[in-house]
């Protein structure tokens, strides 16, 4: 196995009978951290009947057709971890260098998920991560998937569809605001001519509101987490009013990229000891990053962490604190009201958010932080 790439996807549309040495196989890319995802079949069975699709630490997907229905030939079952779309997918065809076919098959499902899985390694690496596990993987598509969608899923299937977060960022949009700025200084000569009869007035010198002192923690009139109560948002907010008036408050700042800022507040680039948020039973956590300027809001990205403990605890960190495992997070803000949201569905365990910094970002400024859940 020596001579990958660090990280590797492998896609594999095909499978078969139960095939011990197949699965062996396999088996052996995954223990080697090499990211395995596997077609699920097309003999509308069980899958857990199949190799390689019914390895545990491989990713196998079933297929859906474009109204979110189990396709009627994908296998389904315990071993099945998400379904992705399958039926009529257009692609390139072996024929020739410009041919084209659409065909249907869990074989079509596979890639989907193997591009996403790709993105958020590229995304991992982007951060300075590396040695993110197979194991790690099948967690993040499972709880970033939509759940409870598909119909007719099959007996024992897990009712989770792909979904990628990932929107690639245009780096040529900020160049075009520069040749803005040279017609700005012509239309100013005629506005400043006016402004000379208004200084009689001398009430205008004397403003009330005073700025608040460095470092000070305040809270706005109206929190982000009190304005959610008034959103349609598809996790069902607006129809639970009394928690999220609930939401808990607090202040953060970052100062360099290296910097995290956990909440419930913890100490950066440090053990972390902060008692995080502990559900007794699957809950939806929601949190916002909202900066004081909202013009900083798509320089901050947003981590929700899961408390690893045990033996397990050694093979997952974040920012050198040991036994965090990231198993959400947001990178890409929104640009029109100036926060970052994300919620998530997670099932009983410990958990922490962390807001760090955008790599090569100047975020030395003030945020709002307001977490929740219900």
């Known amino acids: 196995l020596g001579g990958h790439g660090e990280p590797s996807v492998v896609s594999m549309s095909l499978g078969g009978g139960a095939s011990t040495a197949l699965d062996n196989c396999v088996d052996d890319l995954v223990q080697n951290g090499i990211h395995v995802v596997v077609a699920a079949g097309n003999s509308n069975r069980d899958a857990c009947k199949s190799s390689p699709a019914r390895l545990e630490g491989a990713v196998t997907v079933g297929a859906t057709t474009k109204s979110d229905a189990r396709a009627s030939y994908s296998n389904y079952g315990n071993c099945v971890d998400i379904f992705a779309p399958g039926s009529s997918v257009k692609s390139a065809w072996a024929s020739s260098d410009t041919a084209t076919a659409t065909i249907s098959g869990t074989s079509m499902a596979a890639p989907h998920v193997s591009g996403v899985v790709a993105q958020y390694l590229q995304a991992q690496a982007a951060r300075g991560r590396t040695g993110v596990t197979p194991a790690e993987v099948e967690d993040w598509l499972a709880y ?19 979904q990628s977060s990932f929107i690639m960022s245009d780096p040529e949009p900020e160049p075009a605001p520069t040749p803005s700025p040279p017609p700005a200084p012509v239309p100013e000569p005629e506005p400043e001519p006016a402004p000379t009869p208004s200084p009689p007035p001398p009430p205008v010198p004397e403003p009330t509101p005073a700025p608040p002192s460095e470092g000070e923690c305040t809270k706005p009139e109206a929190p982000r987490c009190m304005k959610a109560c008034g959103w349609k948002c598809k996790s069902g907010l607006a129809k639970k009013k009394t928690p999220c008036k609930q939401g808990k408050h ?125």
């Open 144 to 162: 970033s998937a939509t759940a409870g969608k598909i119909s007719d899923v099959g007996r024992g299937s897990s009712n989770l569809l792909l």
């Open 250 to 374: 607090s202040c953060g700042a970052l100062s360099s990229e290296d910097k995290y800022g956990f909440h419930p507040q913890a100490p950066a680039n440090s053990t972390v000891e902060a008692e995080p948020v502990c559900l007794s039973r699957r809950s939806v956590l929601e949190a916002y990053v909202e900066p004081k300027d909202p013009a900083n809001a798509g320089k901050l990205d947003l981590y929700l962490l899961k408390e690893i403990k045990g033996k397990r605890a050694p093979n997952f960190e974040f920012d050198g604190n040991e036994g965090w495992k990231v198993v959400g997070y947001k990178l890409k803000a929104n640009a029109k009201h100036g926060f970052s949201r994300m919620s998530m569905n997670r099932k009983a365990g410990c958990y922490l958010w962390a807001v760090s910094c955008k790599p090569g970002m100047d975020c030395d400024f003030d945020y709002d932080f307001y977490h929740n859940v219900y």
